[in-house]
């Protein structure tokens, strides 16, 4: 009875005194979203233990927290996230921890675009139906505290990934060197990726493009494309009628072939749309995840990106 006692007592001092550095020694990291979660394990490589908190095919914008994740949360050392509303989610989980867990904020310092300055052409102004200038002068956004998809820019993407390295290498020392030549040659390899979507791009024949959530805006400054409509400038709110007649009038002013629409979200709208203006309906993914072919890296899901809008833009 008493080696059973003291058995027990030793299992549970040596369960309570885990470290964060568990699990075979890897540094404990929690991402908000996939494109970070990925970029954490280019950086951290075997040394790292990367968890995602939005799953595959959810949105950030309407994510749910679950009390599950405070768990997650407690046993982490390092947890990264954009920053500019998007984790509207994450102060409770990083109070509720119990550890003194301080948020690595992505988009710190960055230049972030503003509903009010949103790259739209203004110039649909001629187009019939645009009289109505509901499309440009209409806030009612989330992003209020600026829109926070910067890792859809490969060159914000290469300034995260330094983030990254900088923030591993505090939490854990001891493999500051592998981090750094790891993200030395993944920065090299987003560099690859920001050419060949330069390239293609470049060949386009429209530039103007109409995107489901104003999610791809530093992608279309980056690279020259104006955002001709958003589809649910509040992500999860439906466009009024006005709206829709709005975006399809763009649509056939701007000669447009196809409207995006997003996995995390209900193609329904967009369908309505294209129907009406006589196109087709194509996905774009702006977080990609790890159970998902082709689109479980950042490269890889930029890569897909890019040819879902060759395929309706070239
Ligand atoms: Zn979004």
Known sequence: MMKNRFFVWILLSVFLSIPSLSYGGKLQVIASIFPIADMARQVGGNDVEVTTVVPAGASPHTFEMKPSLVKTFASAKVFLMIGAGLEFWADQLVQSSGQKLKPVVLSDGMTLIRSADL??????????????KSAH?????SHDS???????DPHLAKTMVTRIQEALSIANPDHASDYENRAKSYLGELDALDKGISETVSQFSTRQIISFHPSWDYFAARYGLTLAGVIEKTPGRNPTPREIADIVSRIKAYHIRAVFAEPQFSPKVADVIAREAGVKVLILDPLGGETLVGRNTYIGLMTYNLQIMKEAMQ
């Open 119 to 132: 790259h739209r052409d203004e110039s649909v102004k001629e187009a019939p139906h645009a009289s109505n």
């Open 137 to 141: 002068t209409e806030h009612a956004h």
């Open 146 to 152: 600026g829109n926070p998809h910067v890792w859809l």
